[in-house]
């Protein structure tokens, strides 16, 4: 029997409420209110927000008191005002973020947070409590769908070994299974020798459901099957989050844990963006942030993919307005059979770093080499990567048939394209794969 789940339920909640002035069970229940609000109403509910935000934007953040101008649309339509200011990259946003810093923030309101460096340099900011319990509480409203409760015992497949090593700790041990009512598997342990232990370690302690980066809940199913070993206990589902979810991994975790695969859209620095509901479609998160798409090349307002921007609606300390996470995607409205009315977000499927440039700075998304290569139909595999916007280096894996001419044409086609001679081609027995198990065909190293 879970005994932990009861004591956060009806102790440690309480407690943090009144102790800490902690509200994210208000928040979920504020969420669960407006889970089926009709569109207008839930558009109506973003206005206001956002215009709250703006007005105090234009009069308290540094970087944005230049458009003081924008007031009275900011009053009449913030969406519209929205589109006047400017988009926002991490660069320009790390190059000074005191300028994003609200005069008025108290230090005590600020909470400090940052991304992991592995996609270059890390990207600092704070934000308020409020906007943590936004995140937090949208979380749980998406796992929600699920049966799932905040109270809920899990494991999580996690860790770059730095966090590890605080967990190694025993009263980090300890404050994970009594405070959060988890156990920790760490993501680098996923191999052969281990695997056993992981899965008995399923099987005793009984979690409700697993949660883990989709790259390594992708590894552990793989091991738990080559292993031929079997999960006999019945989970409420398995939470896949922080990377894109590949249709093949999505279909060896079902297979092999049994359960449904839930799609987590999040981003450290933009808190959850969006969650599937139980029939397959991404909602926005649209009480929490305002997202929107923009081309490209023009920056400018597009219904088709484009760059995902972020406006969080909760954080008054440091706003970032139009903020560009880094992915791609496309908005539509909902139609979905569930009934909810968020937006739904589709075409999830890359990074801003997975698209070349020309030499005039233009993007070109990867699919343009894979479409050339599925249309000659000439190679096993294959994997172009820009390294600048001159150079090119292709490794093709070719078939017994493939012939130098088709391997010429291939290269012509994207020399042309990018205008440059300077491409360097060989031929190779294999590629090797990404961390998620997936080759990545285009890829952009500058
Ligand atoms: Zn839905």
Avoid at 105 to 125: A, C, L, Q
Avoid at 295 to 301: F, G
Wanted: net charge neutral; with cysteine.
């Amino acid at each position: 029997m879970d005994i932990i789940k009861p004591l956060i339920r009806h102790a440690l909640y309480p407690y943090m409420e009144h102790i800490k002035g902690n509200h994210i069970r208000t928040r979920i229940t504020q969420l669960l209110e407006t889970d089926k609000s009709e569109s207008a109403s839930l558009q109506k509910q973003q206005d206001q927000a956002l215009k709250k935000l703006l007005l105090h934007c234009i009069k308290e953040v540094p970087y944005y008191m230049p458009y003081t101008h924008l007031e009275p649309v900011i009053i009449k339509n913030p969406k519209d005002a929205l589109k006047q200011f400017p988009v926002l990259d991490k660069k320009t946003f790390s190059l000074n973020p005191q300028a994003f810093l609200s005069v008025s923030s108290k230090v005590e309101d600020r909470i400090e947070n940052r991304t992991g460096g592995s996609t270059g340099e890390p990207v600092r900011f704070v934000i308020d409590r409020n906007t943590v319990e936004f995140y937090e509480a949208c979380r749980y409203r998406g796992l929600s769908w699920y049966g799932i409760t905040p109270y809920d015992r899990s494991i999580m497949v996690w860790g770059s070994p730095v966090e590890i090593d605080v967990l190694k700790n025993k009263k980090a041990q300890f404050k994970e299974k009594i405070l959060k009512n988890r156990v920790v598997i760490p993501a680098y342990s996923l191999k052969k020798e281990e695997i056993k232990s992981h899965v008995a370690l399923i099987h005793r302690y009984k979690p409700d459901y697993i949660y883990g980066y989709a790259s390594a809940l992708f590894a552990l199913a793989q091991l738990i099957e080559s292993e031929g070993l079997r999960i006999d206990h019945q989970l409420k589902g398995i939470v896949s989050t922080s990377e894109n979810l590949f249709e093949e991994q999505r279909i060896l975790i079902e297979s092999v844990f049994k359960t449904t695969c839930i799609n987590e859209y999040g981003a450290r620095d933009g808190g959850i963006i969006a969650y599937e509901c139980p029939s397959h479609n991404m909602h926005l998160a649209e009480e929490s942030l305002f997202v929107e798409t923009v081309d490209l090349n023009s920056d400018l307002a597009t219904s088709a993919s484009g760059k995902l921007l972020i406006t969080d609606l909760h954080n008054y300390s440091m706003p970032r307005l139009r903020y560009q996470v880094g992915d791609l995607g496309k908005i539509e409205a909902s139609t979905c059979a569930c009934g909810r009315k968020h937006r739904i977000l589709t075409s999830l499927d890359g990074r801003v770093d997975d698209m070349f440039i020309t030499k005039t700075g233009e993007y070109v998304h990867g699919h343009f080499v894979n479409h050339i290569a599925r249309d000659m139909n000439a190679f096993e595999t294959f994997q172009v990567i820009q390294t600048s916007p001159e150079h090119f280096d292709i490794a093709i894996v070719p078939k017994p048939d493939t012939t130098d001419g088709q391997i010429e044409h291939f290269v012509d086609l994207i020399a042309k394209k990018f205008d440059t001679k300077d491409i360097t081609v060989k031929k190779v027995s294999e590629i090797p794969k990404s961390a998620s198990g997936k080759i990545r065909y285009a890829k952009r190293a500058f």
